[in-house]
């Protein structure tokens, strides 16, 4: 599932944007949602400075999701969008249609609200993670986002594109875990027999 991707800021998010392709439908399997959201990554240093500020929102009229970038962490941008889109999944089962008051304090004072938050923390951070813990074992942590350069990054481009190489990087990680093992029992072997 194809969705827009709007890079608001000055920041190289290109290294995002194959997790993204694979995140989006997988969230879609595991939410439920169909249609195509709208990914704003947007920059505001003023909210950043703020200890409490908002990391996102969703736009239920506009179908958009609205995340701050300024000072994160990939993963950490990765599981606000994933929290956002168990939101759009709300919209679309019509979860919007009577909001009722949605101010301040939301969360505390409409029990509605309060209930949908719920579930997208529950279902946004256990989706985010399920998808981590499928891929996490091809994406090296140091490669995937350089400060200095504040560029994100992959360190193998098509990584999360190609089923194929997943596949086959798990045979070879499985042939190289075989060979070391049939090694230390040959040393022990030998040794034993000395």
């Given at each position: 599932?194809?969705?827009?991707?709007?890079?608001?800021?000055?920041?190289?998010?290109?290294?995002?944007?194959?997790?993204?392709?694979?995140?989006?439908?997988?969230?879609?399997?595991?939410?439920?949602?169909?249609?195509?959201?709208?990914?704003?990554?947007?920059?505001?240093?003023?909210?950043?400075?703020?200890?409490?500020?908002?990391?996102?929102?969703?736009?239920?009229?506009?179908?958009?999701?609205?995340?701050?970038?300024?000072?994160?962490?990939?993963?950490?941008?990765?599981?606000s969008?994933?929290?956002?889109?168990?939101?759009?999944s709300q919209?679309e089962?019509?979860?919007?249609?009577?909001?009722?008051?949605?101010?301040?304090?939301?969360?505390?004072?409409?029990?509605?609200?309060?209930?949908?938050?719920?579930?997208?923390?529950?279902?946004?951070?256990?989706?985010?993670?399920?998808?981590?813990?499928?891929?996490?074992?091809?994406?090296?942590?140091?490669?995937?986002?350089?400060?200095?350069?504040?560029?994100?990054?992959?360190?193998?481009k098509?990584?999360?594109?190609?089923?194929?190489?997943?596949?086959?990087?798990?045979?070879?990680?499985?042939?190289?875990?075989?060979?070391?093992?049939?090694?230390?029992?040959?040393?022990?072997?030998?040794?034993?027999?000395?």
């Amino acid at each position: 599932m194809p969705c827009d991707i709007q890079n608001n800021t000055e920041r190289d998010l290109s290294g995002l944007d194959p997790i993204i392709k694979k995140f989006v439908p997988f969230a879609s399997e595991r939410m439920g949602f169909t249609g195509r959201p709208v990914i704003i990554f947007q920059s505001d240093s003023e909210n950043a400075s703020k200890i409490l500020g908002r990391t996102a929102h969703y736009d239920p009229i506009g179908r958009k999701l609205t995340i701050y970038i300024d000072g994160r962490h990939p993963k950490d941008i990765l599981r606000s969008m994933s929290h956002e889109l168990v939101h759009h999944s709300q919209c679309e089962r019509g979860e919007f249609d009577e909001l009722g008051e949605t101010g301040e304090g939301y969360a505390q004072n409409n029990p509605h609200l309060r209930n949908m938050e719920r579930e997208a923390y529950e279902i946004g951070n256990m989706v985010f993670r399920d998808f981590e813990d499928i891929h996490k074992k091809y994406l090296t942590e140091n490669k995937l986002y350089s400060k200095k350069k504040n560029k994100l990054y992959t360190g193998k481009k098509d990584y999360m594109e190609n089923e194929e190489f997943i596949k086959k990087q798990a045979e070879k990680e499985s042939e190289r875990k075989f060979e070391r093992l049939l090694k230390g029992f040959t040393k022990k072997k030998e040794k034993k027999n000395g």
